[in-house]
Nanobody, 122 residues
Framework: NVRVVEFGGGSAQAGGSMTLSCTAF????????IHWYRKGSSNECEFVCS?????ATHCDLRGRFSISRDSAKNTVNLLMNNLLPEDSGMYYC??????????????????WGRGTQVTVST
């Protein structure tokens, strides 16, 4: 069975930085498309960043966020800079995404973690 786990969430001040990490059991992340999504106050499952097996990265959020792999640790990191209160929410890591569900209980839509909470205060 594949299990994806996020860690590194917590509280931060606006303008600060935070790094989230994603690892997996039963799956080698460097062989998969890895995505970070988030759910904020809108409750929508919003795309944040992705990295392909070839290393191609794509991030929204105006360059404040970036994604990187640490293949030796089977980990993908999400670096978040210049945090804003609206960045608060649950952040999800997912491998081989079929649909943006932010729901770990639906493996037919990809391998999703249970999420890690990020809270940004002013």
């Amino acid at each position: 069975n594949v299990r994806v786990v996020e860690f590194g969430g917590g509280s931060a001040q606006a303008g600060g930085s935070m790094t989230l990490s994603c690892t997996a059991f039963g799956l080698t992340l460097e062989n998969s498309d890895i995505h970070w999504y988030r759910k904020g106050s809108s409750n929508e499952c919003e795309f944040v960043c992705s990295v392909s097996p070839e290393g191609a990265t794509h991030c929204d959020l105006r360059g404040r966020f970036s994604i990187s792999r640490d293949s030796a640790k089977n980990t993908v990191n999400l670096l978040m800079n210049n945090l804003l209160p609206e960045d608060s929410g649950m952040y999800y890591c997912a491998a081989d995404v079929i649909a943006a569900t932010c729901d770990y209980s639906r493996p037919s839509f990809g391998y999703w973690g249970r999420g890690t909470q990020v809270t940004v205060s002013t």
